[in-house]
């Protein structure tokens, strides 16, 4: 028995919002492979639940005007299986294919994944490439945010108590030509958690790089963009000088820290490898298209 | 207490549960389906793996209610009613595939969806595709390469060393 001291059953967004409002400290639960794992470490901030389970409302998935909208609720399987995440932002379905194993990829959901604000999220960094506005559902009404800035620090996002995180809105019009890849560093290629996580999105023109977004998890205290680095890459043509300004650069973005996983140094050289090779992955990608 | 309908291994139930209860829990204390193991409880190892309306799934990290309305499978419900073994329980056996077995129920649910969702393509499934679908499972004693096996068993494939096994467990 999961020590839940109260449990409430949404049957929609809007119930949802009410009912988190209505019952201060309440917290919500979707795919549960995070929520019910902390109740077992008997976390008592998770004891009052809002269930948003399979919300039907919160597994849209819809294209249209040059947008793709992904809702919170779609599991990291129905995520990697959307057509439309294959052929327009493929980088989202590699980044979900790292998440756990296949049982915790069944239920757990991308919302889930970024509103619990994890250091390591396995889709963050390629969101944070992919720049989606999140659309968000409060009482007064549905806003939007950037990714960046969403992570305030870990574990924590800029979501109120009585909102809810509806889904992931993609400019597809605006990531025509970004080539972009992900790779997740961990001791184990399943069921483990990310030492270092790197998504670099490519777009070239003429020859040289007209915008780099480069993002990593576990590389400081939230998941980051790294803008130094970036600016860096302006105009440069796409060879080993030009990656080893943006490396350099990039030891003054991310903050690793040492854990029992890995020291500071081994993440800095970890963050300092991928970068480069998920430049060059990204840039690969974006002379195939994607 | 919330009521709770349930086809479990193509029998209906209807239950009242408390919302609390895992679905673990309700198969495992109230229909004695002691085939789901109950293992780490945080949805690392696998042990408590069911179908799902066919998508394995962790019974432990999922509340009962959550299964409301769908089609549940464990490991009592692979074998024919005579008891005859599943071709993928037979195959387990014959690349001797088991050991302690307390894994064994959870990786037998993942190879029998694993088998139905690739029926149309068994030639051209890859062992990095195998190792890829069960790596949601731990198994401390057999060290997965007689699991990986039984799955090509199960595929209908050849596997050196299978018949060897199944002299020794007879």
């Known amino acids: 028995m999961f020590d839940i001291q109260h449990y409430y059953k949404a049957e929609s967004i809007a119930q949802a919002v009410e009912m988190l409002a209505a019952h201060p400290g309440s917290r919500l639960v979707a795919g549960g492979t995070d929520v019910l794992v902390k109740l077992r470490h008997f976390d008592d901030k998770f004891t009052r639940l809002v269930d948003i389970h399979a919300l039907p409302e919160l597994k849209k998935i819809a294209a249209q005007d040059g947008k793709l909208f992904l809702g919170s609720g779609l599991t990291f399987a129905e995520t990697m299986a959307c057509?439309?995440?294959?052929?327009?932002i493929p980088v989202l379905a590699e980044a979900c294919a790292t998440v756990a194993g296949p049982q915790i990829r069944n239920m757990g959901t991308i919302g889930g994944n970024i509103a619990n604000g994890a250091v390591s999220a396995d889709t963050a960094a390629a969101l944070l490439v992919l720049e989606p506005m999140l659309v968000i559902q409060g009482r007064e009404g549905?806003?939007?945010?950037?990714?960046?800035?969403?992570?305030?620090?870990?574990?924590?996002?800029?979501?109120?108590?009585?909102?809810?995180?509806?889904?992931?809105?993609?400019?597809?019009?605006?990531?025509?030509?970004?080539?972009?890849?992900?790779?997740?560093?961990?001791?184990?290629?399943a069921m483990d958690i990310a030492t270092i996580g790197c998504a670099a999105g490519v777009k070239m023109e003429g020859g040289r790089i007209a915008d780099l977004r480069l993002a990593f998890?576990?590389?400081?205290?939230?998941?980051?963009?790294?803008?130094?680095?970036?600016?860096a890459s302006l105009n440069q043509p796409l060879n080993d000088a030009a990656v080893a300004k943006i490396i350099a650069a990039l030891e003054e973005d991310v903050q690793p820290r040492t854990s029992w996983r890995a020291t500071r140094e081994f993440r800095m050289r970890i963050i300092k490898t991928l970068a480069g090779r998920m430049i060059a992955a990204a840039a690969e990608g974006a002379k195939r298209g994607n | 207490m919330v009521k709770l309908k349930l086809h479990v291994n193509g029998r209906d139930y209807e239950l009242d549960v408390d919302p609390r209860e895992s679905l673990?829990?309700?198969?495992?204390?109230r229909l004695g389906l002691i085939g789901v193991k109950k293992s780490c409880g945080v949805g690392e190892c696998g042990a408590c793996t069911v179908l799902l309306n066919g998508v394995p799934t962790d019974s432990c990290l999922t509340l009962a209610v959550w299964a409301e309305g769908q089609c549940v499978r464990t490991v009592e419900g692979v074998a024919r009613p005579e008891g005859e073994l599943s071709p993928v329980q037979r195959a387990y056996v014959e690349a001797g595939a088991v050991q302690c077995g307390f894994c064994t129920p959870g990786l037998v649910m993942t190879t029998t969806a694993f088998l139905e969702q690739n029926k149309d393509r068994l030639a051209s499934v890859t062992r990095e595709e195998?190792?890829?679908?069960?790596?949601?499972?731990?198994?401390?004693?057999?060290?997965?390469?007689m699991i990986t096996e039984a799955v090509e068993l199960a595929l209908g494939?050849?596997?050196?060393?299978?018949?060897?096994?199944?002299?020794?467990?007879k």
């Open chain 2, 130 to 145: 195998i190792k890829r679908a069960h790596a949601g499972h731990l198994c401390r004693c057999t060290g997965y390469e």
């Open chain 1, 217 to 231: 998890t576990v590389a400081a205290p939230t998941p980051l963009r790294c803008r130094r680095a970036e600016a």
């Open chain 2, 157 to 169: 494939r050849e596997v050196k060393g299978a018949a060897e096994c199944l002299e020794i467990s």
């Open chain 1, 142 to 189: 549905v806003r939007r945010a950037a990714m960046e800035g969403f992570h305030t620090g870990p574990g924590q996002v800029a979501l109120a108590a009585d909102e809810v995180l509806l889904g992931f809105e993609f400019d597809l019009a605006g990531l025509k030509g970004l080539g972009a890849a992900y790779y997740k560093y961990a001791m184990r290629s």
């Open chain 2, 24 to 29: 673990l829990t309700v198969l495992r204390d």
């Open chain 1, 83 to 88: 057509e439309a995440v294959t052929q327009y």
